[in-house]
RNA sequence: GCCGGGGUGGCGAAAUUGGUUAGACGCACAGGACUUAAAAUCCUGCGAGGGCUUAAAAACCUCAUGUGGGUUCGAUUCCCACCCCCGGCACCA
């Protein structure tokens, strides 16, 4: 018979909840301490299969860290500030502080339906003002310590959202969000110095026991190039002001140039400007096609980041008038304005190189420009003409201001000349104020904030302002896991002692959406707080496992429109959350970010399974476990152990249902060997488990149980294969070490064996002990 | 284009310090038992081809881990070349 699924589960749970079974003593570290981080969900409402597969399936490892003994930290929390909520309560007229907090209440009752065992005491709310005061307190550190700035800079925009945006968040020339193509805007925005930690983000990783492709996506997105600056003299041949001019700008003597190839100097042909460098402006006055110039320039502006890299005909406009030297050559080279060359990058100017870049040929071809095979000049040369050696990384830095509501305030007020202050420590937390109109028009919803003008007056004195502009969540989002070891701690941002304990985050599983987002952010932020002496580590997370994605049952990506869209609680309802819990374990390795198709049919069999373990139950007997019994069970422990380790849950419970079937072949099963089947289900049907245990008449609860390890007795002798020309053709059995002659002695005599020898004699012996011996004629 | 990871039955996948018969475990499918019937459950089969015929079965044989080569007694595993898929980066000088 079916078990009763909502009877058990819900029961189950009663249970846990009676006996406190998952709160962690953070102090006791008589046991090895194992800190088990999931990524906190975003409190979008309900609880997608995604959130399942992220958060049940991380769950049977913390349960099977928990049965080994050790001390598992295993939390949980929400990323409750961000635009989804802001966008909701326009769209339907509530706050967005009530739609999170309304959604959060349905995600803690979801995740507590799926027999998850985070320990809700530890729970950090990052919307709410006990944690952003710390949120604030840590960038009021960054401030102190310049590596929060605020300054002008060309930024991203999603014209949509209405808010800029971090290059991080800028996918193929589209907002990460919803998908705008972004503009360019010359803004004054807060910054967080990560280029300032760019090289010790990369060395780190050298450290780090991750999977080579994630390390390898951060690499590509520092993007470290080592190379040389090098400055071209300018010359100016245009009119009779020319004189004049040079007198007045000192500043317009020379450009500078950034090269990985400053070898390749005597071949640089022309100079290129990005149309957004400053000098191109500044030589304006001086240029005698004034009008082309600008008109490229403005019509490059107009250009969104995808329309610019999208067409890779080479433009540009050369500067009349003025020209470069060449340093090494001392040859008179023409300036050009091409859009090829980004302001962002280097020094926004090139030397060009047609014999050896394959885009300046290409530009040298269209507009005539020669093209020179060269000598290469060595480091002593390159030096003698200035050149300087000079790394640069692609990585930009992190733009944490958005002209959003909500989100958390940044700590910052303006004194009456305009220069920032950090509001000191006793002001926080800064609340987010409620009057506020937050309908975004690009211009901040906390400007109308009637309150908190008032509230910087008061504290700071007439003529000081408010700072209007929120953080980008993924500040809220880049110490979280700080946070839990003392989330209700009001004097500080964690508890040192503990960090000292538990830090680094033994393994943090999440998905490869945030692997040059989130975990770039997290990681620069404990090295900076490590730096500050606030952390003890400079790496948090020791092991990073991505997770892969469910796709519909089609096997394309869930979408409501294509209608594949796969409801958990349906799912849940009929088969129950182990089914769900153990089916999500069982559709592939959950070590790398594979994608998996969800099958219908695949959980209904879950289910089949689980009710034949419970049906299992009912052959109980009494009599003793036999050897072969008892080495069944201890080859499945290992195996789940092993797997475990690895994140492979599928080859889990496939052991799992090895063991079964062969216990099913039994007329009556020892209650002994039944107990121990339950205990090593728990962690997959933590409910059933339960229940099983119970009905077993087992005190207390399965979940308090440790991971049985037996101990697989090595045979003394073992089958050795033996081929013929490397054709299996019989085995014999051999005591462990049986020599190479006995081996052969007792092949030669299996009468497949002598037929395929044919009377020949072996030439050739291959025999590895206890495994194969392979005669060759 | 560059970097990384992959390509195994109808499907999800097992197995890689080279070593037994590739495809564990499960889904789907087919046949059967039980049942008045169905559901549920249980049993059997299930890579391709040959053997093979009127039909069925077995022994046995050949081929088969993207394609083509190579190394080796032995290759899904190692090497070379190519094709395809996924992810990252990309006019980054």
């Known amino acids: 018979m079916a078990y009763d699924h909502k009877e058990i589960e819900k029961k189950a749970r009663e249970k846990w909840s009676g006996l406190?079974?998952?709160?962690?003593?953070?102090?006791?570290?008589?046991?090895?301490?194992?800190?088990?981080?999931?990524?906190?969900?975003?409190?979008s409402g309900d609880l997608h299969i995604g959130h399942w597969y992220a958060f049940a399936v991380t769950d049977i490892y913390a349960r099977l860290l928990r049965m080994r003994g050790k001390n598992v930290l295993f939390p949980i929390g929400f990323d409750a500030f961000g635009l989804p909520a802001e966008n909701a309560a326009i769209k339907h007229?509530?706050?967005?502080?009530?739609?999170?907090?309304?959604?959060?209440?349905?995600?803690?009752?979801?995740?507590?339906?799926?027999?998850?065992?985070?320990d809700w005491s530890k729970e950090v709310v990052t919307c709410e003002p006990s944690y952003y005061q710390w949120t604030q307190w840590l960038f009021t550190k960054l401030f102190e310590h310049n590596l929060a700035e605020r300054r002008l800079a060309a930024v991203k925009w999603c014209p949509k959202d209405q808010t800029v945006l971090?290059?991080?968040?800028?996918?193929?020339?589209?907002?990460?969000?919803?998908?705008?193509?972004?503009?360019?805007?010359?803004?004054?925005?807060?910054?967080?110095?990560?280029?300032?930690?760019?090289?010790?983000?990369?060395?780190?990783?050298?450290?780090?026991?991750?999977?080579?492709?994630?390390?390898?996506?951060?690499?590509?997105?520092?993007?470290?190039?080592?190379?040389?600056?090098?400055?071209?003299?300018?010359?100016?041949?245009?009119?009779?002001?020319?004189?004049?001019?040079?007198?007045?700008?000192?500043?317009l003597q020379a450009v500078e140039v950034f090269t990985t190839r400053p070898d390749t100097v005597f071949g640089a042909t022309y100079v290129v400007l990005a149309p957004e460098h400053p000098l191109v402006l500044s030589l304006m006055k001086k240029v005698l096609n004034k009008k082309d110039v600008k008109k490229y320039v403005s019509a490059t502006a107009k250009k969104t980041e995808r329309e610019r890299s999208e067409n890779k005909e080479k433009t540009g406009v050369k500067m009349e008038g003025?020209?470069?030297?060449?340093?090494?050559?001392?040859?008179?080279?023409?300036?050009?304005?091409?859009?090829?060359?980004?302001?962002?990058?280097?020094?926004?100017?090139?030397m060009a190189v047609p014999a050896h870049d394959e885009r300046d040929f290409e530009f040298a071809k269209k507009f005539n420009l020669p093209i020179l095979e060269t000598e290469f000049a060595d480091w002593n040369t390159i030096a003698e003409i200035g050149g300087v050696k000079t790394t640069q990384y692609r990585i930009r830095d992190w733009l944490v201001s958005r002209q959003r509501y909500w989100g958390c305030p940044i700590p910052i007020v303006y004194d009456p000349e305009g220069k920032p202050h950090a509001i000191p420590a006793e002001h926080l937390p800064w609340l987010l104020p409620t009057d506020v109109d937050f309908k975004p028009t690009g211009k901040a919803p906390l400007a109308s904030s009637k309150e908190l003008q008032e509230r910087v007056t008061k504290i700071f004195g007439e003529g000081w302002t408010p700072e209007y502009d929120t953080l980008d969540t993924f500040v809220d989002s880049s110490w979280y896991f700080l946070r839990y070891f003392d989330s209700k701690n009001a004097h500080n941002f964690s508890n040192a002692e503990l960090m000292k304990k538990w830090l680094p985050i033994n393994r943090y599983s999440g998905g490869s959406e945030h692997t040059t987002m989130h975990l770039l952010y997290a990681r620069f932020f404990i090295k900076v707080l490590y730096d500050l002496a606030l952390v003890p580590v400079d790496e948090p997370f020791t092991e990073r496992f991505n997770r892969g994605i469910i796709m519909g049952p089609d096997g394309a990506k869930m979408s409501k429109s294509k209608g594949n869209v796969v409801n958990p609680d349906e799912f849940v309802l009929k088969y129950g959350a182990d089914?769900?819990?153990?089916?999500?374990?069982f559709i592939g390795p959950y070590n790398e970010p594979r994608s998996y198709p969800w099958s219908l049919e695949g959980v209904a069999s879950m289910r089949k399974f689980l009710d034949r373990v419970s049906r299992l139950v009912e052959k109980a007997d009494s009599k003793a476990v036999s050897d072969s019994l008892n080495q069944a069970f201890a080859r499945t422990s290992q195996k789940i152990s092993e797997d475990g380790n690895r994140f492979k849950f599928n080859t889990s419970v496939a052991a799992l249902m090895i063991l079964v079937n062969e216990l099913e072949a039994l007329e009556t099963v020892p209650k002994?060997?039944?107990?121990?089947?339950?205990?090593?289900l728990a962690p997959f049907a933590p409910h059933l488990a339960e229940h099983l245990w119970e009905k077993l008449g087992e005190e207390g609860s399965v979940h308090q149980q440790l991971w049985p390890v037996a101990s697989i007795i090595t045979a003394s002798e073992n089958e050795v294969v033996v081929q013929v020309n490397g054709k299996r053709r019989g085995s014999i059995t051999l005591t462990v070490n049986g020599s190479e002659s006995d081996a052969l002695t007792a092949a030669?005599?299996?009468p497949a064996v002598v037929a395929a020898l044919a009377g020949k004699e072996p030439k050739r012996v291959v025999y590895v002990p206890g495994k194969i011996i392979n005669l060759v004629v």
């Open 20 to 43: 406190d079974l998952y709160h962690s003593d953070l102090t006791d570290d008589t046991r090895e301490l194992y800190y088990l981080l999931v990524e906190f969900p975003y409190p």
């Open 93 to 118: 007229g509530v706050n967005p502080k009530e739609w999170t907090y309304e959604n959060m209440a349905r995600m803690r009752e979801q995740l507590a339906t799926m027999g998850s065992s985070f």
């Open 166 to 251: 971090a290059n991080e968040q800028v996918v193929d020339g589209a907002c990460e969000r919803c998908g705008t193509s972004v503009e360019e805007k010359h803004l004054t925005q807060w910054f967080l110095k990560i280029t300032s930690y760019a090289e010790r983000l990369l060395t780190g990783l050298d450290t780090l026991s991750w999977r080579e492709e994630i390390k390898d996506a951060q690499r590509a997105w520092i993007g470290k190039s080592e190379g040389a600056k090098l400055k071209f003299s300018l010359q100016f041949t245009g009119g009779s002001e020319q004189e004049e001019l040079q007198t007045v700008s000192s500043n």
């Open 322 to 350: 003025v020209s470069a030297i060449n340093p090494a050559t001392k040859e008179e080279i023409p300036i050009y304005v091409a859009d090829y060359v980004l302001g962002s990058y280097g020094t926004g100017a090139v």
């Open 579 to 585: 089914a769900v819990r153990i089916y999500l374990a």
């Open 672 to 680: 002994s060997a039944l107990t121990q089947l339950v205990i090593m």
């Open 748 to 750: 030669q005599v299996i």
